[in-house]
């Protein structure tokens, strides 16, 4: 399995507050995604990285947004969180875009 | 935009028969990737198969194999000899052609599969 871990794993936060996803991993792979879970949609794209301060929106970026200063990290970041964005949250990283490995998932709630 | 389709959202079969997922797309694109994901009660996405569209032949991997119709726009996953152990939610998944821009996955609502012992 490839070295990919997301912190923190759960995360409760009010309304209104920032919070920001840490994904890392070990691989040295150039791509790295962020997607949320939610029942009835599948996973879905935020945004994605393909190499360090290079990124992209996906499907569902509003009210997200992503730095990548290393090859090894990626932050997802919610600058105001509400109660639309709760969600699971995972992270992928791979060396090319049709080979992504997932990281374990990282539960958010927001009352 | 590329759209995905699972029409079943569960499904139950007895431990040791086969059970066959349905999974359609829509694409403009002419070279492009088909993966099924499986996610087991632990939430780990875990990779099962991966199709190029390019590729006549079927996939396949140990127990798990797929019927990929191109002209169809179809690509259903088959499991053999089901275990205990596949239960979970199984995803269809699709990428366009790896060129610079396409790397992302673009997802189906899921099937969620119960092995009855």
């Known amino acids: 399995d490839a070295g990919i871990t997301q912190s923190p794993r759960h995360k409760v936060t009010e309304t209104g507050t920032p919070v920001t996803l840490r994904c890392h991993q070990t691989?040295?792979?150039?791509?790295m995604y962020w997607y949320r879970q939610d029942p009835g949609h599948g996973l879905r794209l935020i945004h994605y990285?393909?190499?360090?301060?290079?990124?992209d929106k996906g499907e569902v970026s509003d009210g997200y947004s992503v730095s990548r200063s290393k090859t090894e990290d990626f932050l997802l970041t919610l600058e105001s969180a509400t109660s639309s964005q709760t969600s699971v949250y995972f992270c992928?990283?791979?060396?090319?875009?049709?080979?992504?490995?997932f990281g374990p998932g990282t539960r958010l709630t927001v009352t | 935009a590329q759209t995905v389709t699972q029409s079943q959202p569960e499904m139950s079969v007895q431990e040791a028969e086969t059970v066959t997922l349905s999974c359609t797309y829509d694409?403009?694109?002419?070279?492009?990737?088909l993966f099924w994901y499986k996610q087991p009660p632990s939430r780990q996405m875990i990779l099962v198969i991966r199709?190029?569209?390019?590729?006549?032949q079927n996939a396949t991997e140990n127990r798990f194999s797929v019927n990929f119709q191109k002209a169809a726009k179809s690509f259903s996953l088959k499991i053999s000899d089901s275990q205990l152990g596949d239960t979970a939610m199984y995803f269809c998944?699709?990428?366009?052609?790896?060129?610079?821009?396409?790397?992302?996955?673009?997802f189906g609502t899921g099937t969620r599969l119960t092995i009855i012992p």
């Open positions: 992928a990283s791979g060396v090319v875009g049709f080979e992504q490995y």
């Open positions: 691989e040295n792979h150039r791509y």
């Open positions: 990285s393909y190499g360090v301060k290079d990124t």
């Open positions: 694409t403009s694109e002419n070279n492009y990737y």
């Open positions: 199709q190029e569209a390019y590729k006549q």
């Open positions: 998944a699709f990428m366009a052609g790896a060129n610079f821009g396409n790397e992302k996955l673009t």
